[in-house]
């Protein structure tokens, strides 16, 4: 099969099912790793697709991959993110933690803590923390979002405006190379703005296929953040951000 044909496989492949990995990719096409990792680079390198550890996802800048599959995306990199995310945070602490796949992983890893106040507009989150009796975990009121049972719209916002929490932790679908924050739902959007402007420390959490990942709608910017959280050193351009407003970097290894 020539590179021409692969690619036009790979990227149906993709429009079907939004993320394939490499072992997949690998089974269907009928050629070694190197190969699949040599196309998907091309493919990333043109703009097409984004790479992804252990696989690829179709690059859309409307629309998210779908839940289930953002959580297969990268799993053992966010596990290893939320465990040093869950390190920073003391016993007694209040926090807000808002949607993601990656904050869900950091709820889990939380459930060590002791006396931990928690709000958030993620149902899991909220589901998980309940089960520890001496936590207090308060649901943000608004419209959930059935895809991700996400919590959204301005009545979030409202609510979320009535605390001062110690720390935020949030998560983001991408970031681009001028530090811009970007998801794909403007209503979520304004949920984390009022979690950044309403928590003494602000904690991102995002692993190395965020940066450069498209999305249509601006967030705000890493320079607001007090801590990026990520498995690898991020690309010049937001290293440049970090030290000139003194973020702090936490590499997950």
């Not at 096409?29 to 390198?45: E, F, G, K, M, S």
Request: charged share 20%.
């Amino acid at each position: 099969m020539n590179q021409t044909k692969r690619h036009d496989i790979i990227l149906n492949l993709l429009k079907q099912h939004g993320f394939m990995s490499i072992d997949d990719l690998v089974a269907t096409c009928d050629v070694t790793p190197q190969t699949i990792r040599r196309d998907l680079n091309q493919l990333a390198q043109s703009g097409v697709i984004s790479r992804y550890h252990g696989g690829a996802g179709l690059n859309r800048s409307w629309e998210n991959t779908p839940y289930q599959e953002r959580k297969a995306i990268n799993s053992e990199v966010k596990e290893r993110i939320a465990s040093a995310v869950a390190q920073m945070i003391p016993d007694g602490a209040s926090l807000f933690i808002n949607i993601g796949t990656t904050t869900e992983l950091i709820a889990k890893h939380l459930l060590n803590h002791k006396n931990l106040h928690v709000v958030t507009n993620n149902i899991h989150v909220a589901t998980l923390l309940s089960a520890k009796e001496d936590f207090s975990v308060i649901i943000a009121a608004g419209e959930v979002r059935f895809r991700d049972g996400g919590i959204i719209g301005e009545a979030t916002c409202d609510f979320i405006s009535q605390f001062r929490m110690d720390y935020g932790i949030i998560g983001i679908s991408g970031i681009s190379a001028d530090g811009a924050l970007l998801d794909f739902d403007f209503r979520e959007v304004k949920v984390s703005q009022a979690i950044i402007q309403n928590t003494q420390t602000t904690i991102l959490a995002a692993d190395y296929s965020k940066f450069e990942r498209r999305a249509m709608v601006e967030q705000g910017n890493i320079a607001q953040l007090d801590y990026l959280v990520c498995d690898q050193p991020p690309p010049p351009s937001i290293k440049k951000i970090i030290a000139e407003n003194n973020i702090h970097f936490i590499q997950a290894d």
